[in-house]
């Protein structure tokens, strides 16, 4: 049986260059009510401050341990976390975030009602829409009130939807005894890199026993727009890989639920859009890309998604040689009521107006018209 106050928790902060916002992050670590923690903060070689404020913490916090390595990048600065922790559970805050000082506490003591010890706890997390300006705001993730399994815990095919957002790897727990049995490790992708999608499909797939706490904790601080434009025009096909990565995991584990598979075809045309909203989809590269993941697609699956827009589909048709459907209009508005209908919820009328305009504003763009 699990007694959440003596379960020692590793938490992972990859760190390179976070020196403005390092302090709030092991702040907020270090001051968890659970108490039983391990901090391995692992230093990749930044070249600010940032070891200087780990030292200075770890001074004063003997749970605080330093790995001081050479840059390698987000997977495998996570993987020798990974490696050197020796917790039952890990955690990962990324040093540019904060957590909320009863995350830990109250996401064990969920675990501990339930009568299986699950091997991931996974909570929503907050935004912080704008961070860093007069803007900035906190609210909701988008699967905030989504996820009601009929049962705790669950196996990701009863919560498919958890699959269609941000990959939020830092909103959970995860037994190490788990990872290291189906020997779950991050892609050591040089950089950034978006390496947590891999690592998200590959603990979630994997998993027999999910737990579902529908409380946010976690503080993630958003890219702003020209953040998300640079990226988009300077690692145009890192959104594509990071898709066919996490394709090769659902072949690799024979994954054949159709509703997680729907779930991945609508990250690949949500990663597509956020794409081609800035690049072009006539730029070779990103056609070629676009044509090679449409072509892993199942074309079933797709043409009978009941979340995909009629652009999108009739996007995939044309690139698939497939003549056009008729019709679909009706049901896909019906769905975007019900979002919108959710969203305003979730936060907020204003923020509502906010993203359905921009969405009505680039939505042709976004479906490659």
């Not at 670590?29 to 039983?36: A, F, S």
């Not at 299986?116 to 829409?129: A, D, F, H, L």
């Not at 890219?223 to 996490?246: C, G, L, V, Y």
């Not at 044509?291 to 009941?306: C, I, S, Y």
């Given at each position: 049986?699990?007694?959440?106050?003596?379960?020692?928790?590793?938490?992972?902060?990859?760190t390179?260059?976070?020196?403005?916002?390092?302090?709030?992050?092991?702040?907020?670590?270090?001051?968890?009510?659970?108490?039983?923690?391990?901090?391995?903060?692992?230093?990749?070689?930044?070249?600010?401050?940032?070891?200087?404020?780990?030292?200075?913490?770890?001074?004063?916090?003997?749970?605080?341990?330093?790995?001081?390595?050479?840059?390698?990048?987000?997977?495998?600065t996570?993987n020798?976390?990974?490696?050197?922790?020796q917790?039952?559970?890990i955690?990962?805050?990324?040093?540019?975030?904060?957590?909320?000082?009863?995350?830990?506490?109250?996401?064990?003591?969920?675990?501990?009602?339930?009568?299986?010890?699950?091997?991931?706890?996974?909570?929503?997390?907050?935004?912080?829409?704008?961070?860093?300006?007069?803007?900035?705001?906190?609210?909701?993730?988008?699967y905030?009130?989504?996820?009601?399994?009929?049962?705790?815990?669950?196996?990701?095919?009863?919560?498919?939807?958890?699959?269609?957002?941000?990959?939020?790897?830092?909103?959970?727990?995860?037994?190490k005894?788990?990872l290291?049995?189906?020997?779950?490790?991050?892609?050591?992708?040089?950089?950034?890199?978006w390496?947590?999608?891999?690592?998200?499909?590959e603990?979630?797939?994997?998993?027999?026993?999910i737990?579902?706490?529908?409380?946010?904790?976690?503080?993630?601080?958003?890219?702003?727009p020209?953040?998300?434009?640079?990226?988009?025009?300077?690692?145009?096909?890192?959104?594509?890989?990071?898709?066919?990565?996490?394709?090769?995991?659902?072949d690799r584990?024979?994954?054949?639920?159709?509703?997680?598979?729907?779930?991945h075809?609508?990250?690949?045309?949500?990663?597509?859009?956020?794409?081609?909203?800035?690049?072009?989809?006539?730029?070779?590269?990103v056609?070629?890309?676009?044509?090679?993941?449409?072509?892993?697609m199942?074309?079933?699956?797709?043409?009978?998604?009941?979340?995909?827009?009629?652009?999108?589909k009739?996007?995939?048709?044309?690139?698939?040689?497939?003549?056009?459907?008729k019709?679909?209009?009706?049901?896909?508005?019906?769905?975007?009521?019900?979002?919108?209908?959710?969203?305003?919820?979730?936060?907020?009328?204003?923020?509502?107006?906010?993203?359905?305009?921009h969405?009505?504003?680039?939505?042709?763009?976004?479906?490659?018209?």
């Amino acid at each position: 049986m699990l007694d959440p106050t003596r379960e020692l928790v590793s938490v992972i902060v990859p760190t390179f260059n976070a020196g403005p916002y390092l302090e709030q992050c092991l702040e907020s670590i270090l001051g968890q009510t659970h108490q039983n923690l391990e901090v391995l903060c692992l230093n990749d070689g930044s070249t600010d401050n940032s070891l200087e404020i780990m030292q200075r913490y770890a001074n004063k916090d003997e749970r605080i341990r330093i790995i001081d390595k050479q840059n390698e990048g987000y997977g495998a600065t996570c993987n020798r976390g990974l490696d050197e922790a020796q917790g039952s559970w890990i955690a990962i805050v990324e040093p540019d975030d904060w957590i909320e000082l009863s995350m830990y506490a109250d996401m064990l003591a969920f675990a501990a009602t339930l009568d299986q010890t699950p091997q991931i706890i996974k909570t929503p997390y907050w935004r912080i829409w704008m961070p860093d300006t007069p803007k900035q705001r906190k609210l909701n993730c988008s699967y905030k009130n989504r996820i009601h399994p009929s049962k705790q815990p669950f196996v990701i095919a009863e919560a498919a939807h958890l699959l269609t957002h941000h990959p939020s790897i830092w909103s959970a727990l995860y037994r190490k005894d788990f990872l290291d049995e189906h020997q779950i490790r991050f892609k050591p992708i040089p950089g950034a890199g978006w390496a947590d999608n891999p690592f998200l499909i590959e603990t979630l797939c994997s998993a027999d026993a999910i737990a579902y706490l529908d409380t946010p904790y976690y503080c993630y601080r958003e890219e702003t727009p020209e953040k998300s434009q640079s990226f988009a025009e300077k690692s145009t096909m890192i959104p594509f890989e990071r898709w066919n990565d996490m394709q090769d995991v659902l072949d690799r584990l024979a994954v054949n639920d159709s509703e997680v598979l729907q779930a991945h075809i609508s990250r690949g045309f949500t990663y597509l859009s956020g794409v081609i909203e800035y690049v072009d989809l006539s730029h070779e590269q990103v056609y070629q890309a676009t044509k090679a993941m449409f072509d892993r697609m199942d074309q079933n699956l797709v043409l009978t998604h009941p979340e995909l827009s009629p652009g999108s589909k009739a996007l995939y048709c044309e690139m698939m040689g497939l003549e056009p459907l008729k019709g679909g209009h009706a049901a896909y508005m019906r769905n975007l009521v019900k979002e919108g209908i959710y969203t305003i919820k979730n936060t907020g009328l204003s923020f509502t107006i906010l993203a359905t305009s921009h969405y009505l504003t680039h939505k042709k763009k976004r479906e490659g018209r």
